[in-house]
T-cell receptor, first 114, second 110 residues
Framework: GAVVSQHPSWVICKSGTSVKIECRSL??????MFWYRQFPKQSLMLMAT?????????EQGVEKDKFLINHASLTLSTLTVTSAHPEDSSFYIC??????????FGDGTRLSIL | DAKTTQPNSMESNEEEPVHLPCNHS???????IHWYRQLPSQGPEYVIH???SNVNNRMASLAIAEDRKSSTLILHRATLRDAAVYYC???????????FGRGTSLIVHP
């Protein structure tokens, strides 16, 4: 079945550091990738939609200069949290889809900013 | 947007069938209905999807109402590993922007 690899699975870093999270579709081409954030005991909140070769579309309230998304190929998208602060600590999850096929999710990245 | 309504939680005993309902009364005619589930501290997992006809796969069955305003995910024999939050997601109006509601937290008793 379709596999999405997300790396790293957890990160602990100091305030002010920038953190990059990678999302790869291993056995299919992902025309669209999605980035979500999830706080404890809450549902997934869509941050942005990314199509290969074009700029990401950010949801309302998500700072595009804070959360940089690059989708340079059909198998790789990256999310960079720039100058991270404690309030950015969360569980970040990516997903990938080929056209209108179902999404396949990564295992998430737990980000803790000290 | 196609809004969904699911019960906050449901309980089942192991080895018994479970029917998880979802109302999506504003779904458009060409939107597929997708179901995902999320175990603690993991990313969501695809379960099943369908358009109009009932669907079966190795994980579950999906029963879709004739008017498509509701659907039911059926786990034929619940196991402890099925304890998760189940999300019903119809995409919004032809442009597939999947948004997650609160889902149904399924508790399975041994």
């Amino acid at each position: 079945g379709a596999v999405v690899s997300q790396h790293p699975s957890w990160v602990i870093c100091k305030s002010g550091t920038s953190v990059k999270i990678e999302c790869r579709s291993l056995d299919f081409q992902a025309t669209t990738m999605f980035w979500y954030r999830q706080f404890p005991k809450q549902s997934l909140m869509l941050m942005a939609t990314s199509n290969e070769g074009s700029k990401a579309t950010y949801e309302q309230g998500v700072e595009k200069d804070k959360f940089l998304i690059n989708h340079a190929s059909l198998t790789l998208s990256t999310l960079t949290v720039t100058s991270a602060h404690p309030e950015d600590s969360s569980f970040y999850i990516c997903s990938a889809a080929d056209g209108d096929q179902p999404q396949h999710f990564g295992d998430g990245t737990r980000l803790s900013i000290l | 947007d196609a809004k969904t309504t699911q019960p906050n939680s449901m309980e089942s005993n192991e080895e018994e069938p479970v029917h998880l309902p979802c109302n999506h009364s504003t779904i458009s005619g060409t939107d597929y209905i997708h179901w995902y589930r999320q175990l603690p501290s993991q990313g969501p997992e695809y379960v099943i999807h369908g358009l109009t006809s009932n669907v079966n796969n190795r994980m579950a069955s999906l029963a879709i109402a004739e008017d498509r305003k509701s659907s039911t995910l059926i786990l034929h024999r619940a196991t402890l590993r099925d304890a998760a939050v189940y999300y019903c997601i119809p995409p919004s109006g032809g442009s597939y922007i999947p948004t997650f509601g609160r889902g149904t937290s399924l508790i399975v008793h041994p």
